[in-house]
């Protein structure tokens, strides 16, 4: 079973930048599809932005051009880099490996826009 660990949420004005991370435990990182997902108090979670095996990026509209989902396989590390914040972006963010049909959740990391 994976492990995923999500670091790097906190408190950030409207405009600013904030980097996840998501640490996996084991050996096939590598082997993974990920993904970035969000979700606000009182919404569903929503898509925020994958990444293939490949390395292919996909974005949600709403952060396309604003955010960049990258992977480093040799640290199992995936990240999400968030620059141009806007309040809209304030949410538990948590990350997802998927692999066999199979789905693999972190607990999260809470970033927080404030105007």
């Known amino acids: 079973q994976v492990q995923l660990a999500e670091s790097g949420g906190g408190l950030v004005q409207a405009g600013g930048s904030l980097r996840l991370s998501c640490v996996a435990s084991g050996s096939m990182f590598s082997r993974y599809a990920m993904d970035w997902y969000r979700q606000a108090p009182g919404k569903e979670r929503e898509f925020v932005a994958r990444?293939?095996?490949?390395?292919?990026?996909y974005y949600a509209p709403s952060v396309k051009g604003r955010f960049t989902i990258s992977r480093d396989d040799a640290k199992n590390t995936l990240y999400l880099q968030m620059d141009s914040l806007r309040p809209e972006d304030t949410a538990v963010y948590l990350c997802?490996?998927?692999?066999?049909?199979?789905?693999?959740w972190g607990q999260g990391t809470q970033v927080t826009v404030v105007s």
């Open positions: 990444i293939t095996v490949g390395g292919r990026p």
């Open positions: 997802d490996a998927e692999y066999n049909n199979m789905n693999y």
